[in-house]
C-alpha cells in the first residue's frame, strides 16, 4: 500500500493535522484532500503546495477516489455526517487502511457498523489549541485496529500537539477537559476583563491584560514538568493581595462550579452519541 493519507473533509482540524504534517516533513504528493467547493480545492491547494485537493461540486465521487489506495482516511466532516461518509467510502478502503475519526461523540461501535468488517479504526478528539501546533489528542483504537497502526496514528497526530491514548470510555471525561476546556480559558479571560473594567480599567486595557496574562500563564503550563498548584502556590504570598483573591474564589465555590461544568459537558458528550446512534 502507497504512503497516501486522505483527508476526507477538509475544515479547520484537519487542515491543521494536514498542515503539521507538512511541515514534519511529510511529503505532499501522498496527500489527498476532498472538500465540498471548488474554490475551498484551489485554496487548500494553493497554501499547502504540492498536495491534491478534489471539491465534490466538481467530482461527486471524491471522497471514493481519496479513499482508494490510501494507507490512511481521516474523516473530518461534522459528526452528524461521519457515518454516511463511512459507508460512502466502504467499497473503496483496502483492508488494512487504517480509518481515523476527528469527530466527537461518533463513537467506535458506530463507525465499525457503517465500515467493512474488520476494517481497522481509531477514534481521536483533538482540541481547537492543535491549529497551533499546542493541542491535545486523544486516539482510543477500535477492534481491529493493530499496535502497529495506533503508533501509525500517534505520529500522524502528533503534528499537532500532545497525543494520549484512552480507553474509549474515558473519551466523554477527555472531552470535558481538554475538549471544552479552552472555552473555559476563554470565559475566564472575559471574567477577568470585566472584572478590570468594574475596578475602573480602560475596556481595550483591561482585556489586553486579561488576554496576555491567561496567555503568559498558558506558556508557563507548557514548561516540562509545570504544576499548575505549585505555580499559584509561587504566585500566592502569604497576606497577601493573591491569597485574598484565592481564598474568596474558594469561599464561593469555584472549584466546585468547574467539576459541575465538567459533568454537564460529559454528560451531554454521552447524550449526543446517542442522538447520533
Avoid: W
Avoid at 471514493?64 to 489506495?69: E, H, I, L, N, V
Amino acid at each position: 500500500m502507497s504512503n497516501r493519507i486522505a483527508f476526507l473533509g477538509c475544515g479547520s482540524m484537519n487542515e491543521a493535522i494536514m498542515g503539521g504534517l507538512l511541515e514534519a516533513g511529510t511529503n505532499p504528493a501522498d496527500i489527498v484532500a476532498t472538500v465540498r467547493r471548488a474554490e475551498r480545492a484551489v485554496e487548500l491547494a494553493e497554501r499547502h503546495h504540492g498536495i491534491t485537493a478534489i471539491a465534490g461540486a466538481e467530482e461527486p465521487d471524491n471522497n471514493k477516489q481519496a479513499a482508494t489506495g490510501s494507507a490512511v482516511v481521516i474523516l473530518g466532516v461534522k459528526p452528524v455526517g461521519i457515518t454516511d461518509l463511512a459507508r460512502e467510502i466502504s467499497g473503496s478502503l483496502s483492508p488494512d487502511t487504517l480509518v481515523v475519526s476527528v469527530a466527537a461523540a461518533v463513537s467506535i461501535a458506530q463507525l465499525e457498523a457503517a465500515l467493512p468488517a474488520g476494517q481497522p479504526v481509531i477514534r481521536t478528539m483533538p482540541n481547537t489549541p492543535a491549529k497551533l501546533g499546542r493541542g491535545v489528542v486523544s486516539v482510543s483504537a477500535g477492534t481491529n485496529c493493530t499496535p502497529d497502526q495506533l503508533e501509525k496514528a500517534k505520529g500522524i497526530l502528533s503534528a499537532v500537539g500532545t497525543v494520549v491514548e484512552i480507553p474509549e470510555e474515558q473519551v466523554d471525561a477527555l472531552s470535558a477537559i481538554s475538549g471544552s476546556g479552552p472555552a473555559y480559558t476563554f470565559y475566564l479571560a472575559e471574567a477577568m476583563a470585566a472584572a478590570g473594567v468594574e475596578l475602573g480599567l480602560d475596556p481595550e486595557l483591561s482585556l489586553l491584560l486579561a488576554r496576555e496574562t491567561v496567555a503568559g500563564a498558558g506558556f508557563m503550563l507548557a514548561e516540562p514538568g509545570a504544576d499548575p498548584s505549585a505555580l499559584r502556590k509561587a504566585v500566592t504570598s502569604p497576606s497577601g493581595t493573591t491569597e485574598r483573591a484565592i481564598a474568596t474564589f474558594n469561599e464561593r465555590g469555584i472549584p466546585a462550579i468547574i467539576a459541575a461544568g465538567a459533568r454537564a459537558a460529559a454528560d451531554r458528550a454521552a447524550e449526543i452519541t446517542k442522538e447520533l446512534g
